[in-house]
């Protein structure tokens, strides 16, 4: 299998551009996450001393680009089709190849951007480009039990509640339990 070139992987909707973060972001990446600090902080992992630092988002770039020539890890920027703001972002990690043939989607957005379908739609043309495009046969994801925006977003892009995950990740600085969520190739999205 040939993988795709993170510089020239494109994907597109009706309403959004998906593509790999490119230097240039910087401004962009560093503004959104900025005005919306407080309303990611509650949803992530802890943010770094040096968050938002030029330093913080080559080392990231260097990660990104390291995760995408291995096949392990693909990450996105979501912009308007007019490419004229950031909206957020979209990852799917630890991809496995193999008899599990399958990654973990996560996503984030600008609290200007919320309530508007954006994460619906980008979600759902990552999940379509990763079973079309890698040949990944499943995807996982999980999310905080009280973040119904983000489990109203896994419902819509066609995923299923699978379980409960006790201390699954680090979020804000702790442990916290999560809902998983899974997405089959073949299933049907209403």
């Known amino acids: 299998m040939t993988l795709p070139a993170a510089g ?19 401004e962009a990446w560093r ?21 938002l630092s030029r330093e913080d988002w080559a080392r990231r770039l260097k990660a990104w680009r390291s995760g995408w020539r291995n096949d392990r890890a693909y990450v996105f920027l979501i912009f308007p089709r007019e490419e004229a703001v950031l909206l957020g972002g979209a990852s799917v990690t630890n991809v496995r190849r193999g008899s599990a043939a399958s990654g973990v989607i996560g996503y984030w ?19 379509e480009w990763c079973f079309s495009v890698l040949g990944l046969e499943r995807l996982e994801a999980a999310t905080l039990p009280e973040n119904q925006r983000s489990r109203r977003v896994l419902e819509a892009a066609g995923f299923t509640e699978e379980g409960f995950a006790r201390g699954y990740l680090e979020i804000a600085g702790r442990r916290r339990d999560h809902v998983v969520y899974g997405r089959l190739a073949g299933d049907v999205v209403r």
């Open 8 to 26: 020239q992987t494109r994907i597109e909707t009706g309403r959004l551009v998906i593509r790999a973060p490119q230097r240039g972001d910087y």
């Open 31 to 51: 503004s959104v996450r900025a005005r919306s600090r407080g309303h990611l902080e509650p949803w992530e992992p802890r943010w770094p001393a040096d968050a």
């Open 109 to 127: 957005l600008g609290e200007a951007a919320l309530g508007q379908g954006y994460m619906r739609e980008a979600v759902s043309a990552v999940c």
